[in-house]
Antibody, heavy 120, light 108 residues
Framework: QVQLQESGPGLVMPSETLSLTCTVSGGSVSSGTYYWNWIRQPPGKGLEWIAYISYSGSTNYNPSLKSRVTISVDTSKNQFSLRLSSVTAADTAVYYCARDRGVDTSIQTWGQGTLVTVSS | EIVLTQSPGTLSLSPGERATLSCRAS???????LAWYQQKPGQAPRLLIYGASSRATGIPDRFSGSGSGTDFTLTISRLEPEDFAVYYCQQYGSSPWTFGQGTKVEIK
């Protein structure tokens, strides 16, 4: 059974770049027709889809964040990553990496989430 | 983008009661690509329903989804203690994927 684990700094300074990595275990980031997603949730608020990437590198970004977001995949490490530039306090959130069902893009498998706080 | 509006914001019910949650879309959801998730405090969301009405693996049959177009419903036939949580709908028919703001089902 595939498992996902986010890693990265829990504190980022305003105007800097947030970088997170999702390590995939129990499965391969290169397999099948899955899309690998990043989703975030500000404290006490709802969910916001950020982007997805396929094993081949095709991407789709939320237009509200597209100018600041880069998502990438490293098949050799079985990981995919998120970079969000020019962060502000509004980017403070729990960030989840997640995988869809493969046969459709509903989100089947989630990481536990990691809280990233933007503060000086 | 498609805006999803969930109602009510909070539902106060007792164990054993029936819960009916609504999700309304600002435009038709393509292919009925509508999912429901359950989230408990401190946990990641869990997929309950995909394709508007199909239960995900391992989800009890007291959870059911229905609807098409712009109006969707999640029904929990008889609430168990573990069902008290926040529920989100999500559309994945049109990019960007979007979520509703959530409905909290709390113990009355």
């Amino acid at each position: 059974q595939v498992q996902l684990q986010e890693s990265g700094p829990g504190l980022v300074m305003p105007s800097e770049t947030l970088s997170l990595t999702c390590t995939v275990s129990g499965g391969s980031v290169s397999s099948g027709t899955y899309y690998w997603n990043w989703i975030r949730q500000p404290p006490g608020k709802g969910l916001e889809w950020i982007a997805y990437i396929s094993y081949s590198g095709s991407t789709n970004y939320n237009p509200s964040l597209k100018s600041r977001v880069t998502i990438s995949v490293d098949t050799s490490k079985n990981q995919f990553s998120l970079r969000l530039s020019s962060v502000t306090a509004a980017d403070t959130a729990v960030y989840y990496c997640a995988r869809d069902r493969g046969v459709d893009t509903s989100i089947q498998t989630w990481g536990q989430g990691t809280l990233v706080t933007v503060s000086s | 983008e498609i805006v999803l509006t969930q109602s009510p914001g909070t539902l106060s019910l007792s164990p054993g009661e029936r819960a009916t949650l609504s999700c309304r879309a600002s435009q038709s959801v393509s292919g009925s690509y509508l999912a429901w998730y359950q989230q408990k405090p401190g946990q990641a969301p869990r997929l309950l329903i995909y394709g508007a009405s199909s239960r995900a693996t391992g989800i009890p049959d007291r959870f059911s989804g229905s609807g098409s177009g712009t109006d969707f419903t999640l029904t929990i036939s008889r609430l168990e203690p573990e069902d008290f949580a926040v529920y989100y709908c999500q559309q994945y028919g049109s990019s960007p994927w979007t979520f509703g703001q959530g409905t909290k089902v709390e113990i009355k």
